[in-house]
């Protein structure tokens, strides 16, 4: 039921109390879930990986380590974001208990109760949830398919009379509009911020999982653009390239930056798990990686492709989405009188379940949109699943037609 309970998040509790009343039982379709589908992770290479360690290493990973990471792994990961563009020389690397503590000790390192902080609109729940806590006013901007708004942006810091602490972007397969910002738009944002004293945090969980390899130069870091008066800081994850209960993720940051970071870490949890950053790191250097990517993009391809395939067949002509070129996500776009809400409790009752778009709305208001995840989905089930929706959301494109003649 984790991604039913998920996908509901954004709801009232007696709601939720009621349509989990209502689904228990079924064997949900869901598509709500942003994870990996466990029959893609790599036990084989883990197992063998786990077998052919020494046995003072395998002491080790039960052994606290340094708060700033386990060694061999930060140096393996120097290779793996130089091969990204990233220039390690001049930046300190800082491994975290999933990407999602980074994002919290960012905060906490910057920001005060009622400190702004600007975000994209839509954004990634768990970053609104960061922020929420430590009491910020989050603005946001709109994006498009090209990525954030432009214009928005330099009208939003213009009508501030506080400078905000940090512009949060994921660019890369947006988590969960799907998009990848455009190189042009990506270089736009910088001269935006440029001058200003706003620090960009650039969340970069999915670049890997590109679909077309003539595509890759597109997810190009904006921490490796080389622009000197724009302070970024850029953070990465393992829990779409290996699996999230890695919990594994990192930043690369300034000195300056990464010291206070791990003192914040310190207090936090003292270290990382030693035990995952020695499987991760023996993945990285046996030169593991990259073959398993291989196969992912293929299997996450394949997903998109049905989903996308599907989706044309069924949905009404009113319900509109950009297709990914990587990534977890299609963003499905109803028209603005039906809400998400409204199709998620009536599909739950048939079974099948995704989030709401109100969940990834800074406001929980905006409620048009509403967000399918492949990565997670059995294949055969796929089909089945768009079927419901449509017919879903058919039935609510009659009744709202009828009320309005």
């Not at 039913?4 to 009343?21: C, G, I, P, Q």
Request: net charge neutral.
């Amino acid at each position: 039921m984790y991604a039913f309970s998920n996908a509901v998040n954004s709801m009232h509790s007696e709601d939720v109390k009621r349509l989990m009343k209502q689904a228990s039982g079924k064997s949900l379709i869901s598509f709500a879930g942003g994870m990996p589908n466990n029959d893609l992770f790599p036990v084989k290479q883990i197992d063998e990986i786990y077998n052919s360690l020494p046995e003072d290493t395998k002491k080790l990973g039960f052994q606290y380590g340094p708060t700033s990471g386990y060694p061999p792994l930060i140096k393996s990961l120097e290779s793996y974001l130089k091969n990204k563009g990233l220039a390690i020389e001049d930046n300190k690397i800082l491994i975290t208990t999933g990407s999602l503590q980074a994002i919290s000790i960012i905060t906490q390192e910057f920001v005060n109760e009622g400190d702004i902080i600007l975000t994209e609109n839509p954004c990634f729940v768990g970053a609104l949830s960061v922020f929420e806590t430590v009491g910020a006013e989050i603005h946001s901007i709109p994006i498009d398919k090209n990525g954030i708004d432009i214009n928005a942006l330099k009208s939003k810091i213009e009508s501030l009379n506080r400078k905000p602490k940090f512009l949060y972007v994921t660019p890369n397969y947006h988590n969960p509009a799907g998009i990848i910002y455009t190189p042009e738009r990506k270089k736009q944002l910088l001269e935006v911020l440029s001058g200003t004293g706003i620090i960009l945090l650039e969340d970069d969980a999915y670049s890997d999982l590109y679909f077309n390899e003539d595509e890759k130069h597109l997810i190009k870091p904006m921490k490796s653009f080389g622009v000197k008066d724009v302070e970024i800081i850029y953070t990465g994850s393992f829990s779409k390239i290996l699996g999230p209960g890695f919990r594994l993720g990192f930043m690369l940051s300034s000195e300056e930056i990464f010291e206070k970071a791990e003192t914040v870490k310190q207090a936090l949890d003292a270290c990382t798990s030693n035990f995952m950053q020695i499987l991760a790191n023996e993945f990285l250097a046996q030169q593991k990686l990259e073959p398993y990517l291989t196969f992912l993009r293929s299997e996450y391809l394949e997903r998109k492709n049905l989903l996308q395939k599907h989706l044309e067949t069924y949905m009404p002509k009113e319900i509109t989405w950009n297709e990914p070129k990587g990534g977890f996500y299609i963003w499905l776009k109803l028209p603005p009188h039906i809400k998400s809400t409204d199709i998620f409790k009536e599909t739950v009752t048939k079974g099948v379940v995704f989030v709401t778009g109100r969940t990834f709305d800074p406001a929980s208001r905006k409620d048009d949109r509403l967000r399918l995840a492949f990565s997670n989905m059995p294949k055969d089930d796929i089909e089945k699943g768009v079927v419901i929706l449509s017919e879903t959301i058919k039935k609510a494109l009659k009744t709202s037609e009828a009320t309005i003649q």
